[in-house]
């Protein structure tokens, strides 16, 4: 049987670090178990053919300042946000500031499409090029089914200055045109773009979800001595997303024995002096070491203050409920991440913002655990949310499209 030949566009792509490779990277392994993929991403060095996990990459180069930035190693939340704020304010400047890149992309995507068809193609946005890319290449090969898949809003996201805004209103108008399906990373989200590109008749959820094999340990492991408290925090604090009125409820708290163990970079906040012998930091560990690590907690402290966007999980959340241990939840309870931990019942949701709510939670929270009672999500709710099942939402996009 002739394997459906499917192309996916990104800037996004190993080896590189962050939270949109791991989306891009997951994609294309397991598009690849049903799908022939052919890959076509960024380098900054000269262009190259290379392959990962027995998927054809073609590494196009361009020399923007972007693809210096995109190529970079540095791993985490925070170097991907420093990474996006540079390339959103060079994007108010410079009109097309990977155009050598998609232009060369555009290229080489022809070129392989007219050697050995392809069936689909995926773009990923951002930058917005890969969009453009799949613009063109719609109206060149009309039969090739386009999927634009949308990581983050467009002219939705709240950060961004009104030219920036008119900008992507434009090249949303484009997909909606010419796009066959679009997916994206929450309901929410998804449900904008709905009305925004009202015309595409296909739209798909594909949560970002974890990319581990380790449940099966986890879920086995046995609690924790019962004489102290162990809640642990993974990540980085940064601008409003820290610990304050978590420290603080946990002050008032009727409980005493407890430690915090905080790992990852943090420099926003300040230890409360009455909580020096309760908090300990710890450098950030890799990947599979911190997932270990979150097992070894009694809970998971998950922060994500109330905020103008809406349909934001995080890997974290993903990675936590993964983990099989109850989460203790500071954060926007009207937002998918507060209704997932909800749905599955792994944890205690509180408001941010209320002092007296987080430690009323916390208060139910150590009662539970003194009495045996452990929230964690079921293997069914987590094997759920595996990355692999989330494409499986995608394949079966794909399957829709292109039944002939």
Known sequence: MIRKRIALVTTYFPPQNGVAVNRMEAFAAYLSDDFEVEVFSLTQSKSYVGSYLNVKVNFIQSNSIFERLADKQEDGVLWHKVKTGIRIVLAQFISSPLKKWMNRTKKELVSSHLKKPFDAIITSFSPEETHLIGVDFKKEFQNVQWIADMRDEMSKNPFINEKRKQKLQSIEMLVNEFADALTTVSEPILTDFKTICSKIQNFCEVRNGYNHALVEKFLGHSPNNKDIIKIGYFGTFYGKIKPDTFFDAIQ?????????????????FIIPSELSDKVFVHPKVPY???????????????VHPRSERKGVYTGKLFDYISAAKPILACVDKDDVAAKMIEEFDCGYIAEFSEVSEIQKQLSLAFTDFNQGVRKCASKENIESIHRK??????????????VK
């Open 252 to 268: 008032r708290s009727e409980f005493n024995n407890y430690e915090i163990h905080l790992y990852g970079v943090h420099s926003n």
């Open 288 to 302: 599979i070491e911190a997932l270990t690590k979150m097992n070894e907690m009694d809970f998971n402290l998950f």
């Open 389 to 402: 099942n989330e494409v499986n939402k995608l394949k079966e996009l794909i399957v829709k499209l292109t």
